[in-house]
């Protein structure tokens, strides 16, 4: 049985589905479990972790781990859990790899307990989520318009499900154990491009407006609804990658033995929420 926490959030959900579609036992952990819907012959049970000892972990032999972050004991819940299955997989953060201040110290703190926990483990390391790109969707489908600052910056988002296929090949073998995957999307793209990119996955044009930094703070706001804090810590990543751009990782092609799904592809897969 493959536990996997977080199980209705963005990766989670993907790696649900993808591990039922290979007909493994699954047990998806979610805090509502009323309200979530999953493939036929999933498990659906209800927990918390914070509360380690609690959880429905009988014959569970791998865990997708998504860790309770916003509590201050974060790392010893990890450690409590890990202790008690033979294999972790760990969605973290590539914030670890190049130790960006402020941004990699929790996750760190988890590795560091999963590591010492005795189990086999494995780190995920993706940085920016192509679903990040959902806070353009106002603009994109009221005007066919991306409005944001640094129009050259240059990112390489990941596709969810691009996360999910290397935790399901963790989770289902060994030969992973001890790895810390650093992950990007498959193409290094400037913002400008990026608007484009969406375009062709939803088979229309979508232009590109230059916000200032602020500007681009208060449509975060005002348009994609982010609290103050998290909009100013996305535009800090942001005025980051204009200055220090990041480049592709050659991890999941490596891992997989195939290239990562694209910017288009991804656009075209949430076609309904752009549209």
């Known amino acids: 049985m493959i536990l996997v926490t977080g199980a209705t959030g963005t990766v989670g959900r993907c790696v649900v589905e993808q591990l039922a579609a290979l007909g493994e036992p699954v047990r998806a952990l979610t805090r509502n479990p009323s309200r979530a819907t999953f493939p036929t012959g999933v498990e659906v049970v209800g927990g918390d ?5 609690e959880l429905p972990l009988d014959d569970v032999t791998a865990v997708f781990l998504l860790a309770a972050l916003d509590s201050e004991a974060v790392a010893e819940h990890a450690a409590a859990l890990a202790e008690r299955v033979p294999r972790v997989v760990f969605l973290s953060s590539s914030a670890v790899a190049v ?14 307990a999963i590591e010492q926990s005795g189990a086999e483990w494995t780190h995920l390391r993706p940085g920016e989520f192509m679903a990040n790109k959902l806070v353009w969707a106002s603009s994109i489908k009221s005007a066919n318009v991306v409005r944001a600052a640094y129009p050259d910056a240059i990112g390489v988002p990941i596709h969810e499900a691009d996360i999910a296929e290397v935790a399901v090949l963790a989770l289902r073998s060994p030969d992973h154990a001890g790895q810390a995957y650093f992950l ?3 193409e290094a793209l400037t913002h400008r491009e990026q608007a484009a990119a969406i375009g062709r996955g939803l ?4 232009g590109f407006e230059t916000l200032t930094y602020g500007q681009a703070r208060a449509a975060l706001i005002r348009d994609a609804g982010l609290p103050w804090d998290i909009a100013e810590y996305l535009m800090g990543y942001q005025s980051e990658h ?9 991890v999941f092609e490596r891992v997989t033995g195939h290239q990562g799904r694209t910017l288009a592809q991804w656009a075209a897969d949430h076609a309904a929420e752009l549209s």
């Open 49 to 53: 972790l914070t509360k380690p000892a």
């Open 99 to 112: 130790r960006r201040p402020g941004s990699y110290e929790t996750h760190e703190a988890v590795e560091k």
């Open 242 to 250: 204009a200055q220090e751009p990041p480049s592709v990782s050659p």
């Open 203 to 206: 088979g229309r044009e979508i």
């Open 184 to 186: 990007t999307g498959p």
